[in-house]
Nanobody, 125 residues
Framework: QVQLVESGGGLVQAGGSLRLSCAASGRTFSSYRMGWFRQAPGKEREFVASISGSGGSLYYTDSVKGRFTISRDNAKNTMYLQMNSLKPEDTAVYYC??????????????????WGQGTQVTVSP
């Protein structure tokens, strides 16, 4: 069993930055693919970014490429999402997820086994 706890959300003006963290329990953190997903009001949960257990394989949705950076520190059992040049359309609840996910399924929320409770990110115009 893995427990995930997100932190770092908040209110920021457009063009600003935030760094989200996802702290994981358990001793097998490095074996999991990790991901960030987000859900805006009235919309489905969507993929944002994913990172392999070793950190060597990264994926991003097109709308955040060049602005967001996903990373992980396996020694600290923590994953991060550095978000720069934030836009109002980035406003959503951001969730971290973990699981034994094939790389071909990195974007599919149903493939992840564990989820955090979410952290709100609000970007004002």
């Amino acid at each position: 069993q893995v427990q995930l706890v997100e932190s770092g959300g908040g209110l920021v003006q457009a063009g600003g930055s935030l760094r989200l963290s996802c702290a994981a329990s358990g001793r097998t953190f490095s074996s999991y693919r990790m991901g960030w997903f987000r859900q805006a009001p009235g919309k489905e949960r969507e993929f944002v970014a994913s990172i392999s257990g070793s950190g060597g394989s990264l994926y991003y949705t097109d709308s955040v490429k060049g602005r967001f950076t996903i990373s992980r520190d396996n020694a600290k059992n923590t994953m991060y999402l550095q978000m720069n040049s934030l836009k109002p359309e980035d406003t959503a609840v951001y969730y971290c997820a973990a699981g034994w996910v094939y790389s071909r399924d990195y974007y599919a929320p149903e493939k992840y086994n564990y989820w955090g409770q979410g952290t709100q990110v609000t970007v004002s115009p």
